[in-house]
């Protein structure tokens, strides 16, 4: 019954939400004063709602990466008229396309030199199962895309900014990071191995190709907490969240391309059950500011699930690690790998 419940609060808004068995709401995110914060997409969706309840409890910094300049430009003014001018210039934005792995390494290296610590990283943004050009495409390098921004992108990002975070840890603070992952994780194929690049770049269509890259997230999180977590660093923790059906444009807009007539009957027929994006936020924010665990997939508002089966497989995390530092090195080799890209930190040999 309980296992019912939970589905039915996890993923949708209203009342439906008191159903669940492990409460969390926005109300009870502690005070932040002092912490800094690395966000992904933070200025759109489920991200601006994580942006805005940082802000709200007293964050000293927030670094937003993200692409689109207009988008920032708007929810900092949004953040100036709520709380005022000083709160909103607590945010930095880097543009930070997170499928360059060249600019994603550079964008670290330079929050490293701005800041002496690092308390939260919300690896948030995302591509989604619906998107306005082509859903199948392969980045510059060669790579699926949905794999090199979702999950690669992340992965290198997470990897270089690393060291600040033990250092911050260190020092007896509790440092947590947290991948956004979805329930839809289980339309990826059950037959996923990942053993090669090719593999990877197989066209599986719009939700296999999304899920398996959210699949992703959450191996990638069991993969730290035992790599990291519990190798050394029992303060730096990694979770993965499902936020719920969230009404953001990824969920809007962008569903039409993929499934043009089922798509809009969804976008339209779904919305008064979707969360905002506040209530979207609300497993993130378990996940960044309270949890002392490591390692779990949290669904809305914070209740560990167990995932599918092949994400509860941690011979699969180990080869998706694997691969992913193998074509990371492989396509970054001059401009990355070669310059120290600390790898070797997450992927044990
Ligand atoms: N909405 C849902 O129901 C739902 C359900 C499960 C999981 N999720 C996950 O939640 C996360 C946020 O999604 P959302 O629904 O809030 O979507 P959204 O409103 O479309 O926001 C996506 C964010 O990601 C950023 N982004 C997209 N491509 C990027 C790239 N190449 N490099 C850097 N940033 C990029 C966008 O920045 P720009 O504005 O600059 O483009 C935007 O800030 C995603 O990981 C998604 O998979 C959402």
Redesign the pocket.
């Known amino acids: 019954m309980d296992a019912i419940k939970n589905a039915i609060g996890e993923n949708f808004g209203g009342k439906a939400q008191e159903l669940s068995t492990h409460q969390f709401s926005l109300d009870d995110v502690p005070d932040l004063s002092g912490k800094v914060a690395v966000i992904?997409?933070?200025?759109?969706?489920?991200?601006?709602g994580c942006t805005h309840t940082l802000l709200k409890n007293n964050i000293a910094k927030v670094y937003i990466?993200?692409?689109?300049e207009d988008?920032?430009k708007g929810a900092k003014g949004v953040i100036a008229k709520e709380m005022g001018e000083d709160v909103a210039n607590k945010t930095k934005w880097f543009n930070?396309?997170?499928?360059d792995w060249k600019k994603t390494k550079e964008v670290a290296e330079q929050i490293k030199k701005d800041t002496d610590r690092l308390d939260i990283l919300i690896n948030?943004?995302?591509?989604?199962i619906m998107v306005s050009s082509s859903t199948y495409q392969l980045t510059d390098y060669g790579v699926d895309r949905h794999m090199a921004?979702?999950h690669m992108?992340h992965v290198i990002l997470t990897s270089h900014l690393l060291p600040l975070m033990k250092e911050t840890a260190e020092k007896g603070n509790v440092v947590r990071i947290s991948n956004?992952?979805?329930?839809?994780h289980q339309a990826a194929p059950s037959d996923t191995k990942f053993e090669s690049l090719e593999e990877l770049n197989q066209d599986l269509g719009p939700n296999g190709q999304?899920g398996r890259s959210?699949l992703a997230g959450i191996l990638y999180a069991r993969y730290f907490a035992r790599k990291v977590t519990n190798a050394g660093h029992p303060n730096v923790l990694m979770n993965a969240t499902?936020?719920?059906?969230?009404?953001?444009?990824?969920?809007k807009e962008?569903i039409h391309e993929p499934y043009p007539l089922a798509g809009y009957g969804m976008s339209v027929a779904m919305e008064p059950f979707?969360k905002d994006?506040f209530q979207?936020a609300v497993p993130t924010m378990y996940a960044t500011t309270v949890t002392k665990e490591s390692g779990k997939y949290y669904c809305p508002p914070a209740v560990p699930e167990p995932g599918s089966k092949l994400a509860q497989d941690d011979e699969l995390a180990d080869r998706l690690m694997e691969l992913t530092r193998k074509v990371v090195m492989e396509k970054t080799k001059r401009d990355s790998a070669d310059q120290g890209c600390p790898f070797d930190d997450l992927v044990l040999h």
Do not use: W
């Open positions: 992904t997409g933070g200025s759109e969706g489920i991200g601006y990466l993200s692409v689109s988008v920032v930070c396309d997170l499928s948030n943004a995302g591509r989604g921004l979702n992108g956004q992952a979805s329930n839809a999304y959210k499902h936020p719920g059906f969230v009404s953001t444009k990824m969920s962008d979707k994006q979207g």
